[in-house]
């Protein structure tokens, strides 16, 4: 069975930083992306990094391009966001996703992290306080 085993995230003022971890598991693939969506009130889902643990590739929404790094531990199946200088409009519920299979972002026109997720885990709850 597959799992995505999410941590982190929680309460920050504006300006501070967090990291997210995402751990993968119970499947045979050696290639495969990880990423993360988020979800504010009322608002849609919102696709915003990807690493590719095949070629360490990554994505960023422009939203967050700048202010959030994403890394992997491919030994340990592991991604970490790291999101600095963090807003208040980054208040969200944060998802884990996994997308089976060998992905390169670093071609943009194959519009890589448009791919539909074959996983998600569950959400993390990230506040920014103004």
């Known amino acids: 069975e597959v799992q995505l085993q999410a941590s982190g995230g929680g309460l920050v003022q504006a300006g501070g930083s967090l990291r997210l971890s995402c751990a993968a598991s119970g499947f045979a693939n050696r290639d495969f992306s990880i990423g993360w969506f988020r979800q504010a009130p009322g608002k849609e889902r919102e696709r915003i990094s990807y690493?590719?643990?095949?070629?360490?590739?990554?994505y960023y929404a422009d939203s967050v391009k700048g202010r959030f790094t994403i890394s992997s531990d491919s030994a340990k199946n592991t991604a970490y966001l790291q999101m600095n200088s963090l807003k208040p409009e980054d208040t969200a519920v944060y998802y884990c996703?996994?997308?089976?299979?060998?992905?390169?972002?670093?071609?943009?026109?194959?519009?890589?992290?448009?791919?539909?997720?074959?996983?998600w885990g569950k959400g993390t709850q990230v506040t920014v306080s103004s």
């Open positions: 690493i590719s643990i095949s070629d360490s590739s990554t």
């Open positions: 996703v996994l997308v089976l299979g060998w992905i390169t972002y670093s071609d943009p026109n194959t519009a890589a992290h448009e791919f539909e997720p074959d996983y």
